[in-house]
């Protein structure tokens, strides 16, 4: 039987790295959709040596992870996050846990607002942020750390996965995942599923709701500032 070479290979699961990149929405002028693909080709290449096949995973979900982690790794070195925006960040989750603390249920923009005396806008700002940093590292946003952690398609994906995909998640993350999606109103798991599982960009999502991109990128990092926060009561 042929087997096909290194180069073959590569060429064979380019659209691995296409629909990748298509998928991702980074805020970093410095990185053009094509600088994008040659940093997944790495991330792809990588994944060609490295595959065990033994573990019975299918090669275009092992490679489409490895595509992402490289093109996540690199955007990380470069991000325009900056310490001031991140102090914002720290700041919001700490009033956020006071004053749920304090009412003991659902927290609205206007009490964080007046808390953190700043405006609405001010507000969206950070839920951008949020969006921007789930979208370099949705893993590290959630979780707090920088490994192969439990992500939101894997909760929201086809339940008839084959079980040797569902042992190599983190059952404990992956409970806790699950449990915080549940408790997210109707219409923010439908902007999950439409994100995470459908794969549709900001753009499309947006003409879907027929709301601004804008505001779905607000609404996404809201989202995952309830996921994140939720998550830490279930590991708690």
Known sequence: MYELSFEEEILKYLPVVDRVVNRITIKNTDYEKEDLFNIGVIGLMDALRKFDASKKVPFESYAAIRV???????????????????????????AKRDLE???????????ICQALKITQTQLNEIYDSLNYLASVSLESTLFNQNDDGMTIEDTLQDRSLPDVEANLLEDERKQALENSVTKLAEREQIILNLYYKEELTLKEIAEILGISIARVSQIHGKIISKLKMSIEEELK
């Open 68 to 94: 992402r982690g490289s093109i996540f790794d690199e955007v990380r070195k470069h991000g325009k996050i900056s310490r001031y925006r991140m102090t914002q960040l720290n700041e919001y989750y700490e």
């Open 101 to 111: 603390q304090e009412q003991k249920g659902e927290v609205t923009d206007a009490n």
